[in-house]
């Protein structure tokens, strides 16, 4: 394992990275240095420095200890994101990919159009309808989210439904439901795990954007992209307001993206 | 493609139909009175059925009139035209920033492949690739508006004022949308030169005698462009949707900020807009990449005819 990860620096500094920041949104779960929410006159934009490591805010409240709160919401949001995403880009991908047809013609249709759509704005969109909030948001970002994963999916499933094992399968009785879930899923769940690592990154990405936009958890909750947002009028008086939020979410995102490169790149040593 | 933005329309007027909020309320305030409401649900045809409403404004779209905006109480039309050079121009220098740098770095980093300056390029690109657009245009204003002072944040120049000055102020926002997005062509360009690199007729092309430039120019990156053109074609509406938010960094009173403040204030026609048009823009560069598939792929065109 050890052998493996030096050979391989990318798998190497994406778990590190990754489990660094893993690690500060478990703890953040349980205990910050300040209450996050803790205003101070007295430490109003205090520099970091060893009370503060990340410094203070224009309410004098703990950059670090709301980064650890942003960081919480940003790995869950993401998550869930994700998640709906790619549980229904799967349910619709693969029943298109699979039964093909009129239906399969109509909802690529859709689909083609709302993915080559950013996914940002579709969210932005239908935020707009659902209304802000973090639950929206995290709704909104995983509809916005589903027509890549069904695209990706569907095309998947066709390549494998062409194939003798699907065929054999058919003869041996098993039912269209049991083909689908049973024998071809498990064969495309390596290009699934890996849209589902960039998706991860894309719906962190696309969460600090809604989020700075004022979009997204509301406050006196923290969020990263919140914070840059205000961070920015206070750019010349304390400018670790803005460059540690913001080297949060390039963190997060370049440990991820190292994570996944390392991973198939580790695949394919393999197979 | 008609059909397709037909469609589009139609879910997007369908859409802000049926989520719960009354415009006219809205409007109005909480406390107005029933007949109040009722008026000016008459008078902005609120009351009419539904496809009779999706019709008019589908017409009314294809002349060119996207009905008057709820809160500003101006033709939508005028609004977007006079805010959609900003975007545009934004978006256009930020591909041709994306293009212009890309191709080279990643024709230099496939000729040096395996070497100590492609392996840092590449780290380099995957630093790029994590960075928020917004976060890179905070750093960039911060770098030079405050420590450099070579340029004046929140200093917009209208286009109608001074237009050099317009385009000076939009190249840093423009750096900011473009270099993540650069980074990754640099990626994909990269694997595809060398992957293309590998085949025969590159070998072929070296023993009639061609130099490595030739052989890079004239025959691998013509075959390798193929697959960065549907990136690119793909990346134009990221762009737009990047210098929504980035628009936002740096105060710059564009189609972003007609489409936050119409969505915070339920404008509803104002959004639909600009959905439709971006959806335009999606579906024309998708035409456009289509098209470019055929140029550069003489195969293709044998297969349609």
């Known amino acids: 394992m050890i052998k493996k990860l030096r050979q391989n620096p990318d798998l190497l500094f994406g778990t590190i990275f990754?489990?660094?920041?893993?690690?500060?949104?478990?703890?953040?779960?349980?205990?910050?240095?300040?209450?996050?929410?803790?205003?101070?006159?007295?430490?109003?934009?205090?520099?970091?420095?060893?009370?503060?490591?990340?410094?203070?805010?224009?309410?004098?409240?703990?950059?670090?200890?709301?980064?650890?709160?942003?960081?919480?919401?940003?790995?869950?949001?993401?998550?869930?994101?994700?998640?709906?995403?790619?549980?229904?880009?799967?349910?619709?991908?693969?029943?298109?990919?699979?039964?093909?047809?009129?239906?399969?013609?109509?909802?690529?249709?859709?689909?083609?159009?709302?993915?080559s759509f950013p996914s940002i704005l579709l969210a932005l969109v239908i935020v707009s309808l659902l209304g802000t909030g973090s639950v929206n948001v995290t709704l909104a970002l995983g509809i916005a989210f589903v027509p890549s994963f069904a695209r990706i999916v569907r095309s998947e499933v066709k390549k494998q439904a062409a194939l003798d094992y699907v065929q054999s399968a058919r003869l041996m009785g098993a039912s269209h439901f049991r083909i689908i879930f049973v024998h071809i899923l498990p064969n495309i769940l390596p290009v699934l795990a890996s849209s589902v690592m960039i998706g991860f990154n894309n719906a962190v990405l696309a969460e600090a954007g809604l989020s700075y936009l004022g979009i997204g958890v509301q406050p006196p909750r923290a969020s990263l992209g919140r914070m840059l947002s205000e961070a920015q009028s206070f750019l010349f008086t304390a400018p670790w307001y803005a460059i540690f939020p913001g080297l949060t979410i390039v963190l997060l995102v370049l440990g991820f993206a190292l994570l996944a490169e390392g991973m198939t790149e580790g695949g394919r040593d393999a197979s | 493609m008609l059909l397709t933005l037909l469609a589009v329309g139609f879910v997007v007027f369908a859409a802000f139909e049926i989520i719960p909020g009354d415009a006219a309320v809205s409007r109005l305030g909480s406390n107005a009175t029933a007949e109040s409401v009722a008026a000016l649900r008459t008078e902005m045809g609120l009351d009419r059925p539904f496809f009779v409403r999706f019709f008019s404004w589908l017409f009314g779209c294809l002349h060119g009139d996207f009905g008057t905006s709820y809160s500003y109480g101006m033709p939508v039309a005028g609004m977007i035209v006079e805010k959609l050079p900003i975007t545009l121009c934004m978006s256009l220098i930020s591909m041709l920033l994306c293009i212009g740098v890309s191709v080279p770095v990643a024709l230099f980093a496939a000729k040096h492949a395996g070497s100590r300056t492609d392996r840092g390029l590449r780290s380099a690109n995957q630093l790029v690739m994590a960075v928020p657009a917004f976060f890179l245009g905070i750093l960039l204003s911060w770098l030079f508006g405050m420590?450099?002072?070579?340029?004046?944040?929140?200093?917009?120049?209208?286009?109608?004022?001074?237009?050099?000055?317009?385009?000076?102020y939009l190249i840093l926002p423009s750096v900011?949308?473009?270099?993540?997005?650069?980074?990754?062509?640099?990626?994909?360009?990269?694997?595809?030169?060398?992957?293309?690199?590998?085949?025969?007729?590159?070998?072929?092309?070296?023993?009639?005698?061609?130099?490595?430039?030739?052989?890079?120019?004239?025959?691998?990156?013509?075959?390798?462009?193929?697959?960065?053109?549907?990136?690119?074609?793909?990346?134009?509406?990221?762009?737009?949707?990047?210098?929504?938010?980035?628009?936002?960094?740096?105060?710059?009173?564009?189609?972003?900020?007609?489409?936050?403040?119409?969505?915070a204030k339920r404008d509803y026609p104002v959004v639909e807009a600009v959905i439709l048009l971006i959806a335009l823009v999606v579906l024309l560069m998708n035409l456009l990449v289509d098209t470019l598939y055929r140029l550069l792929d003489p195969r293709l065109k044998e297969e349609q005819g």
């Open chain 1, 18 to 115: 990754t489990g660094i920041l893993l690690l500060i949104v478990l703890v953040g779960l349980i205990h910050t240095p300040y209450p996050t929410t803790q205003m101070s006159a007295a430490d109003k934009f205090a520099a970091p420095g060893l009370m503060h490591i990340f410094g203070c805010d224009q309410y004098g409240r703990d950059i670090f200890s709301r980064v650890m709160e942003g960081l919480g919401s940003t790995f869950v949001i993401a998550l869930f994101t994700v998640l709906i995403g790619s549980v229904s880009g799967v349910l619709i991908g693969s029943l298109c990919g699979y039964f093909g047809g009129l239906l399969d013609d109509a909802l690529m249709r859709v689909n083609d159009v709302l993915f």
């Open chain 2, 147 to 168: 420590v450099l002072k070579w340029f004046t944040p929140g200093g917009y120049v209208s286009y109608k004022k001074d237009f050099g000055a317009f385009l000076a």
């Open chain 2, 176 to 263: 900011a949308v473009a270099l993540p997005k650069c980074a990754m062509s640099v990626k994909l360009l990269r694997s595809a030169i060398l992957a293309e690199a590998d085949k025969e007729y590159v070998r072929t092309a070296y023993s009639r005698g061609l130099s490595t430039m030739e052989v890079l120019y004239r025959h691998v990156l013509k075959n390798a462009m193929i697959p960065l053109v549907t990136f690119w074609g793909m990346a134009v509406a990221d762009m737009i949707a990047g210098s929504i938010v980035v628009e936002q960094v740096f105060n710059i009173p564009g189609l972003g900020r007609i489409l936050l403040n119409s969505i």
